[in-house]
């Protein structure tokens, strides 16, 4: 008795399957045929940046002009619109970078170019643009500190804060920020 009801189950399900099945949608399937369906796969790539940056250690100063130079490494998706942007630091005074040991400041000044002729700041006027390539790009800061400050001995320090400004297609601004430490030790030529 249960082999012949087992039997007629499989059979109504089956039937059930044929006659009803396709009614609502699903592949209609057939002894020996193969159908198909497709699958829709999409992504957006969106606009990303990551930095990072080096120190900058000025060497020893002793009253002479001293220049250094260090390294911003950015890595954009490609075709990102993105802007640098350098804060005029911790210790600024009405825009102007200062070092600080104890009480005691030093003035420096940050650039774009290796004549120091454009200051590196974090207005429209001053930023670095750029356009991400999606492998990395490297631009260099190059730092001053100007002649004839009589400053006592010391370690002066700073810190700058390097924003990347990244504009997406949605006109949104995404901020990504990295902070730079700028360092140097200073001693003074006794005479």
Known sequence: ???IYRFFKTRIAALFIVLIMP???LANFGIGENKSSLLDVSTTVAPFCSINANPLAFRNYSMNTVTAST????????GTNYSIALDFGRNSNNNLRNMRFNANILNYQLYQDEKMSRVWGDTQ??????????????YKIYGNIPVNQN?????YNDIVLININISNPNN???LSAYQMMVRMNISVNKI
Do not use: W, Y
Request: net charge positive; glycine share 14%.
């Open 151 to 155: 400053k006592p001995l010391g370690t």
């Open 23 to 25: 009614g609502i949608g």
């Open 125 to 138: 006027n001053n930023v670095l643009s750029a356009i991400g390539s999606g492998e990395l790009q490297t």
């Open 172 to 174: 949104q601004n995404n």
């Open 71 to 78: 390294s911003i490494l950015v890595i954009c998706t490609k």
């Open 1 to 3: 008795m249960n082999s």
